[in-house]
């Protein structure tokens, strides 16, 4: 926006510093040179002077990029050539040239925070006067209607309101990567629509989630594009299931995630939101929508959005990244192909044995009791649990491998028909000792509230059946 | 005051094209059983070509890898190329 030649001040009256050197511009406004004084705040102060503009909107503030008022800027040929921020005689008189200028004050006094830059304002400003990077489709809505409504008629929604995707939302979202906001971070099944940052950011705006979310929102939508998490299957099968995001690392107690008391539960927003965002991408970009192509019989209360962190907070447990392959400190999400929370309750197994054994039996009904290498498996570990392997020195490896060797049935047990039960393995597997899960079938993660000898099972979809069809992902979290 | 929003959607028109017509006869024509990767399609499928078979028509059949994925480009490919008539379901 181009400004005159001359002088530029902002100033706003609650500011003391701007109220003491109102001697100084009443004489600079008296001295003739080209003066332009802009008010933010009320036009009681200095507003009878022919120089001063009401800039309660802040359009001037923000064009002149001020941070701090008073700020005093020379423009020459509609460039800037120089500027004072705060008062300071000796400045103010080699600004302004003129000699005495403000001599009965105290040389020195700091400005204040302009209100353009106040908290959420850059944001809104920036929405309406400047330039925005957004290329998305907008739809005005009237101030007669109901946003919330519009967004439910428009089919943006997963069935709980979503907040409204306004300008300075979404700029607020994009603040929250330094990727740039037309970069295509890939193609969303079932449609295979190219999916960019901006509108990552859209949906994560109505998903509820802060710009301190976004990188763990990018990385889940990466590791969910990778063609072995079977996204495509995923969100079109029958199953249960949808994607379950995993956080490990630093990153999860700075956005203040919940590994800890109903850790699988209601009650976080950065568990219940970043979830949400991915299935929300999924449906709004990628087409993924319930009835149509999502035939799932009954799906799940987890479809809405599955996320939680892992507690890493006792030092004696190896994290899941780590297993996975990560450095020690690493910000990974791990994207689990998954269905909702089975409980689990063991009261009374003291010794890792006991606890194994009835952890084996309580996976085995994972999906149905007589399938075998079919789904994998889930074992969200709670701290009382966890006690019980610790105090006798079991590690996350030696508990996964007890557990699956645990798991291991005779045949005869689990083929069709054994027991009464049609469901079952292939009849021909009768003479083999058949374990539950494949190789790495079984993960476990911790979590969970200090109080309760429960944990919790997650399966997979089915998709899993076939040795090598799928698998959970995990990827970096780039900040 | 009105508000504006952005478009959380991928913004793509779907383009409207013409079905093709079903063939009047299928005699002389090849009916590509298309095997999704569900479990036991396979036998039903089974089923369906001994039907078709003894009606006199020529049956082909291709299947995914498994159902969790798209079908693989080639296995598209030879369908387009071999059969005129594909008869793909969900199975559950």
């Given amino acids: 926006m181009p400004f005159s030649d001359g002088l530029h001040l902002v100033v706003k009256k609650d500011c003391p510093t701007c109220t003491l050197i109102e001697p100084v511009i009443r004489d600079m406004a008296a001295i003739g040179e080209s003066l332009y004084v802009y008010i933010q705040d009320d036009l009681s102060f200095l507003g009878d002077l022919p120089v001063t503009s009401d800039d309660r909107s802040l359009e001037q503030s923000f064009h002149l990029d001020i941070e701090t008022v008073p700020t005093i800027i020379r423009m020459e ?118 999916c960019t940052i ?21 990385a889940s939508i990466d590791a969910a594009l990778d063609p072995l998490f079977t996204l495509h299957g995923l969100l079109c099968t029958t199953c249960f299931s949808g994607p379950i995001i995993i956080v490990n690392g630093p990153i999860a107690k700075k956005i203040g995630m919940n590994w800890g008391i109903n850790a699988l539960g209601q009650g976080n927003r950065a568990n219940s939101t970043i979830g949400r965002a991915l299935q929300l991408i999924v449906r709004n970009v990628g087409g993924g929508i319930p009835g149509e192509i999502d035939r799932a019989t009954l799906g799940n209360p987890g479809k809405i959005g599955f996320c939680f962190a ?12 780590e297993d996975r392959g990560f450095e020690k400190g690493s910000n990974t999400v791990t994207l689990f192909p998954g269905d909702g929370v089975h409980g ?6 003291r010794t890792p044995e006991e606890l194994t054994n009835s952890f084996a039996m309580g996976l085995q009904g994972c999906i149905h009791p007589k399938l075998a290498e079919w789904v994998f498996a889930v074992l969200v ?99 | 005051m009105n508000q504006i929003l952005y478009d959380p959607t991928g913004e793509t028109a779907p383009t409207k094209r013409v079905r093709q017509m079903p063939p009047a006869s299928l005699d002389g024509k090849t009916v590509m059983l298309f095997d999704i990767g569900k479990s036991r399609a396979d036998e039903f499928l089974d089923h369906i070509e001994v039907l078709l078979t003894d009606k006199g028509l020529t049956v082909a059949r291709a299947a995914k890898p498994t159902n969790a994925r798209t079908a693989p480009k080639e296995v598209m490919d030879r369908m387009v190329k071999e059969a005129d008539v594909v008869v793909e379901a969900l199975s559950d």
């Fill in chain 1, 381 to 479: 570990l709670s701290p009382e649990h966890y006690a019980t392997y610790k105090d006798a020195g079991w590690t996350r490896k030696k508990i996964t491998d007890e557990i699956v060797k645990a798991g291991i049935k005779p045949g005869k047990d689990l083929i069709r028909g054994a027991h009464g039960v049609g469901e079952g393995i292939d009849p021909s597997r009768a003479d083999e000792m058949v374990p539950k899960f494949y190789e790495d079938g079984l993960m476990i993660v911790r979590a969970g509230g200090p109080a309760g000898l429960f944990s919790g099972f997650l399966t997979s979809w089915t998709g899993a059946q076939k040795k090598g069809a799928c698998a959970p992902i995990t990827r970096e979290i780039k900040i």
């Fill in chain 1, 344 to 349: 689990f309750a063991d009261n009374r197994s």
């Fill in chain 1, 77 to 194: 040929d509609g460039i800037e050539i120089e500027r004072v921020v705060g008062w300071s005689q000796e400045d103010w008189q080699t600004f302004t040239g003129i000699e005495d200028i403000g001599k009965t004050l105290p040389p020195f006094q700091p400005g204040c925070g302009a209100l353009n830059v106040s908290p959420g304002a850059e944001e809104v400003l920036q929405a309406k006067f400047g330039q925005v990077p957004m290329k998305s489709r907008t739809i005005e809505v009237s101030g007669y209607d109901d946003e919330i409504e519009q967004m439910f008629d428009r089919g943006w929604s997963d069935g709980l309101p979503v907040v409204p995707p306004t300008p300075e939302r979404v700029l607020r979202m994009l603040a929250g990567t330094k990727r740039d906001p037309q970069e295509i971070v890939g193609r969303i099944p079932p449609n295979l629509t190219e």
């Fill in chain 1, 198 to 218: 901006e509108k990552v950011a859209i949906n994560a705006v109505m998903a509820g989630c802060k710009p301190e979310y976004m990188p763990v929102v990018l």
């Fill in chain 1, 310 to 321: 892992e507690d890493e907070t006792d030092p004696t447990w190896q994290p899941l990244s």
